[in-house]
């Protein structure tokens, strides 16, 4: 979801550092450093980053996928070949 939603938006990055950002954000989130994020570890993170909760609202991804339809259609094609 992120290398596409960098992708439309015309942000090229590299595999490596989008990779960086995704294992930099999750580190953050998992206090346990367990490999998971609970809901506990979730609020946590959440509450120092209240910002993400914006993104993560009904209209927001509904906003998303008019924003960047070729997102939702390759996730369609994806999901339907499992």
Do not use: C, Q
């Amino acid at each position: 979801m992120v290398v596409a939603l960098l992708h439309e938006s015309d942000l090229l990055l590299s595999d490596d550092f989008v990779e960086a950002i995704v294992e930099r954000t999750f580190s953050d989130a998992d206090l346990k450093g367990d490999g998971k994020i609970d809901p506990d570890e979730w609020n946590e993170f959440v509450s120092k980053n209240p910002s993400l909760m914006k993104n993560m609202t009904l209209p927001y991804l509904k906003d998303i996928t008019l924003a960047f339809p070729s997102f939702l259609s390759k996730t369609e094609v994806e999901d339907s070949e499992m």
